[in-house]
């Protein structure tokens, strides 16, 4: 907790012994002798009050914060309605934040920017590439001859594509001889993507 810059996230058992100790009466009832039973009583409760502050920072400084949360991950996912047919099978805990951050960032839009935000917090970087039908008087030479279909369409190039080819002695009959996983921000682009467009990955 000392890098949340919170500086009662810190607190320990001594030091609300000490803050309980310093706001007792005076008076011989009161001893002042550290050896005394009543400052190892006040020496326990202030353990006890440590570790409700501590859970408490946690909770505020820490599981507040959907990349770093554990305790409340699930919680979160729930929230942002995860797992769902874009999260792979056994993620792991990045995985799970990763899809957590890209579900967040994906709050709504259709621009290059917006698209290029939701898969760098999934930890992808893309870039978007979209197409102009050739037009007589606005086209210009060597233009690519694109037809009105193409003004639909948009291609992402992104890298991590992971590929797992076949083997002797580590596949099976009935294997197909490669297959590939896509990057998870691939199919969240997939499932935000328009309706009306054509989406076109090309994996580097």
Known sequence: MSGTGNPFAVLTGD????????????GAA??????????????GLGDCVALVNAASAN????EADPA?????LGDWETDYGLPDP?????????????????RIAAIG?????????????????????TYQP???????????????????AWTVTMSGLQASYFSA??????????????????????RLAPAHTVLIFNFT
């Open 30 to 43: 009161w001893p002042q002798d550290p050896d005394a039973a009543q400052w190892a009583y006040f020496a």
């Open 109 to 129: 839009g259709q621009s290059p920017a917006y698209y290029e935000g939701v898969a760098a917090a999934m930890g992808s970087t893309i870039t978007i590439q």
């Open 15 to 26: 030091d609300f012994a000490a803050q309980m100790l310093a706001l007792r009466p005076t």
């Open 134 to 152: 050739f037009q007589a008087g606005v086209s210009h030479a060597g233009d690519p001859l694109l037809n009105d279909a193409w003004a639909y």
């Open 68 to 72: 770093q949360t554990l305790l409340l």
């Open 169 to 190: 002695g580590g596949s099976g009959a009935g294997d197909p001889t490669a297959s590939y996983i896509t990057p998870p921000a691939s199919c969240l682009l997939q």
């Open 59 to 62: 909770l505020s400084e820490v």
């Open 86 to 102: 874009c999260t792979p099978a056994n993620p792991t805990l990045a995985q799970r934040h990763q899809l957590l951050l890209g």
